[in-house]
């Protein structure tokens, strides 16, 4: 088992920046490939960005590509998410996510968080 606790959400303004951290303790956290996600009010949740186990490899949706940067520290058994030029389409919760394999679907991730709200005023 893999526990992740997210921090670092809030209410901020369009145009601002956050990071997101999230911590993993259990298994060996460079093993797994991990994943962001976030889900809006009334709307299914979506991939936003993944990275391999080293930090050699990431993965954007379009819809954050160039704004949001994913990153890990294994040291620290802690993956990272910096948004910039947040947008109020960026508000939901957002979640990360541990698997065994390099995916971009949600199904293909075993261990997630509890969520971090997210909320970006126009």
């Known amino acids: 088992q893999v526990q992740l606790v997210e921090s670092g959400g809030g209410l901020v303004q369009a145009g601002d920046s956050l990071r997101l951290s999230c911590a993993a303790s259990?298994?060996?956290?460079?093993?797994?490939?991990m994943g962001w996600f976030r889900q809006a009010p009334g709307k299914e949740r979506e991939f936003v960005a993944a990275?391999?186990?080293?930090?050699?490899?990431?993965w954007y949706a379009d819809s954050v590509k160039g704004r949001f940067t994913i990153s890990r520290d294994n040291a620290k058994n802690t993956v990272y998410l910096q948004m910039n030029s947040l947008k109020p389409d960026d508000t939901a919760v957002y979640y990360c996510?541990?698997?065994?394999?390099?995916?971009?679907?949600?199904?293909?991730?075993?261990?997630w968080g509890q969520g971090t709200q997210v909320t970006v005023s126009s």
């Open positions: 259990g298994r060996t956290f460079s093993n797994y490939n």
């Open positions: 990275i391999n186990r080293n930090g050699g490899s990431t």
């Open positions: 996510a541990g698997s065994d394999s390099w995916n971009f679907r949600s199904r293909g991730y075993d261990y």
